[in-house]
């Protein structure tokens, strides 16, 4: 062996899978404690940081976590958070995959960009690795600045720290790969299977403000892309599906339609049997578990709606796996032997 290929196979790459993050426990002082995290983040709420830190600590953080926190416990497992259990799967599915094909040179590491465990922790693990290179795969199949570039925000905080950095890649978006896509439609059909054709399918993503569109974020495109080519893959008329918009925050305009108030037309129109899928959730959480699961299910149900229900995101299913290992496969090419 030539001394150059013994010293290529030495480099080591991390990855580190990175999601929204999760309370430590589903009670009001750990909520509090999330929220307070999350929502101080100004990738998630822009404007005037002044007056947003009046309403968000003499507001939100005295009356929504007491509320928040009886939604978690209506999802909350035996296991803990149902986001961390699943994406723990997720990580330790991904990282034997990927150390079958390029054997011990490579260590997936999983982080949550608000809560635990943190962004810092993660990086820290694939620094004691000893990885050279690292590749940064937000969870987050279509970009936004609220949320995959915050994760950037915190990665290079985190790195800026460092004496020496890394050789970094960074996954900005995957809401077109067809991969992704062929799994989301694989899961549809699969439910569907079982529990029969429905009057129409709802793609419910979670919601933006409209303002943050109109200043170039490309979050809308990219679910209303995504919603165009699942439904071209499952061979959908128009008139078969719709794409919605959920979890608003206060009183200024998001994007629309919005789920809540569509599924309330839906049943008031007579539409009978809805299913619904969150395309843009890589693992269940609270906004589709509770939310869309419960909540939605009541308002349709209410407005005269007779079946409803939720088909479950990818979460840990080998389709989505295989398609993760893929796209950190291509991102990291070059890396490894």
Not at 36 to 47: A, H, I, Q, T
Not at 192 to 206: A, M, R
Not at 278 to 293: H, I, K, M, N, R
Request: aromatic residues 10%; proline residues 5%.
């Amino acid at each position: 062996m030539k001394r150059e290929d013994k010293n290529f196979k030495l480099v080591k790459t991390g990855v580190l899978l990175v999601n929204l993050g999760t309370p430590d426990a589903p009670d009001r002082k750990s909520v509090r404690r999330y929220l307070r995290e999350f929502l101080s983040d100004p990738r998630v709420v822009e404007g005037p940081r002044v007056i947003w830190w009046i309403v968000l600590h003499l507001i939100i953080l005295t009356f929504r976590p007491g509320k928040s926190a009886k939604a978690y416990q209506k999802i909350w497992t035996k296991n803990g958070s149902p986001l961390l259990t699943i994406s723990v799967d997720q990580t330790d599915a991904l990282r034997e995959e990927l150390k079958n094909r390029h054997g011990e040179n490579i260590c997936v590491e999983l982080a949550m960009r608000y809560g635990s465990p943190s962004i810092e922790s993660g990086l820290n693990k694939l620094k004691e690795f000893g990885a050279k290179k690292i590749l940064i795969l937000p969870m987050y199949p279509q970009y936004s600045a609220t949320t995959t570039a915050s994760i950037f925000d915190e990665v290079t905080d985190q790195i800026r720290k460092w004496r020496y950095l890394p050789e970094m890649r960074f996954v900005n978006f995957y809401h077109d790969n067809q991969d992704y896509i062929n799994a989301l439609a694989e899961s549809v059909k699969e439910w569907q299977k079982e529990h029969g054709i429905p009057d129409k399918l709802l793609l419910s993503f979670h919601g933006i403000p409209k303002e943050y569109f109109e200043k170039g974020d490309p979050y809308y495109c990219y679910c209303r892309k995504t919603g165009r080519l699942l439904a071209e893959t499952l061979n959908l008329k128009e008139e078969q599906w719709q794409l919605s918009f959920q979890s608003r925050l206060g009183p200024r305009q998001w994007l629309q339609p919005y789920t809540d108030k569509t599924l309330e037309k839906m049943g008031e129109d007579g539409i009978n049997h809805i299913q619904v899928i969150c395309p843009g959730f890589s693992a269940d959480c609270l906004e589709t578990l509770e939310e869309v699961a419960m909540e939605n299910k009541e308002i349709f149900q209410e407005a005269g709606g007779k079946r409803y229900e939720y088909i479950p995101c990818l979460n840990s299913r080998s389709s989505h796996i295989k398609m993760l290992k893929n796209l950190v496969t291509s991102h990291i090419h070059g890396w490894l032997p």
